[in-house]
């Protein structure tokens, strides 16, 4: 099983980025899909999720309202849509595939992948 993360970069305070997390060695369609992020010296926290059947979506509160996750089962890939982008957004971000209905915990996810980071200057 692979993921791969891309789209990150170096943004303005207020800009955006789309971050895309492309699946191999699954069936992707039957995984809930979640995205993590690890800023500088802190630990890594949830950020999205996406169920397998796109019925549900869930963020933490920092980020409702400016980011979107969405997926494209043709694809194999899952998306996060970021928006209004804020310096305190800087991290690495993961994308993560779990098999279970829970989403927040980090040990409920089985596959991950290697990170793709974002930086938003001030």
């Known amino acids: 099983v692979q993921l791969q993360a891309s789209g990150g970069g170096l943004v303005q305070a207020g800009g955006s980025l789309r971050l895309s997390c492309a699946a191999s060695?699954?069936?992707?369609?039957?995984?809930?899909m979640g995205w993590f992020r690890q800023a500088p010296g802190k630990k890594r926290e949830f950020v999205a999720a996406?169920?397998?059947?796109?019925?549900?979506?869930y963020y933490r509160d920092s980020v409702k309202g400016r980011f979107t996750v969405s997926r494209d089962d043709a694809k194999n890939t899952a998306y996060l849509q970021m928006n209004s982008l804020k310096p305190e957004d800087t991290a690495i971000y993961y994308c993560?595939?779990?098999?279970?209905?829970?989403?927040?915990?980090?040990?409920?996810?089985?596959?991950w992948g290697q990170g793709t980071l974002v930086t938003v200057s001030s």
């Open positions: 993560a595939a779990s098999s279970r209905k829970e989403y927040f915990r980090q040990s409920d996810y089985k596959h």
């Open positions: 996406i169920t397998w059947n796109d019925m549900n979506r």
């Open positions: 060695g699954l069936t992707f369609s039957n995984y809930l």
